[in-house]
C-alpha cells in the first residue's frame, strides 16, 4: 500500500510559479505511475500530469503543457510538479495519485491511494 502526502500550495500572483510535493510511502511506490489531478469548486476532478514509474514517459494535459513540468524520484519516494506561468484558471486543489489500475493515465478511474490535496490559488 501507498499513502501520498501533497504539500507546496498556496497563493501566487499571476505569471508566477510554484512547486508541489507528494511524498509517497511504501515499498512499492517505485512500481506504479504517479498522477496528479485538480478539481477547482463546482468542476470535476481533471487530469494534469502523469509520470511512468521509471519517469522515461511524462503526459500532460494540454491546457498546461509547456508550463508545467511532472518529476519523480523513486530514491526519495518523491513526486514533484513544478507549475510556471501559472494562471487564475489553474486555481484548485491539487492532488497527487498513484496509479493502480489498469485504464489510461489520463482517467482518474486509473488511480489510487489519493493524498488529501493541496490548495493553490492564482489571483490575476
Known amino acids: 500500500q501507498v499513502q501520498v502526502v501533497e504539500s507546496g500550495g498556496g497563493l501566487v500572483q499571476a505569471g508566477g510559479s510554484l512547486r508541489l510535493s507528494c511524498a509517497a510511502s511504501g515499498r512499492t511506490f517505485s512500481s506504479y505511475g504517479m498522477g496528479w489531478f485538480r478539481q477547482a469548486p463546482g468542476k470535476e476532478r481533471e487530469f494534469v500530469a502523469a509520470?511512468?514509474?521509471?519517469?522515461?514517459?511524462?503526459y500532460y494535459a494540454d491546457s498546461v503543457k509547456g508550463r508545467f513540468t511532472i518529476s519523480r524520484d523513486n530514491a526519495k519516494n518523491t513526486v514533484n510538479l513544478q507549475m510556471n506561468s501559472l494562471k487564475p484558471e489553474d486555481t484548485a486543489v491539487y492532488y497527487c495519485?498513484?496509479?493502480?489500475?489498469?485504464?489510461?493515465?489520463?482517467?482518474?478511474?486509473?488511480?489510487?491511494?489519493w493524498g488529501q490535496g493541496t490548495q493553490v490559488t492564482v489571483s490575476s
Open positions: 509520470i511512468s514509474w521509471s519517469g522515461g514517459s511524462t
Open positions: 495519485a498513484a496509479q493502480i489500475y489498469s485504464g489510461t493515465y489520463y482517467h482518474n478511474t486509473s488511480y489510487g491511494y
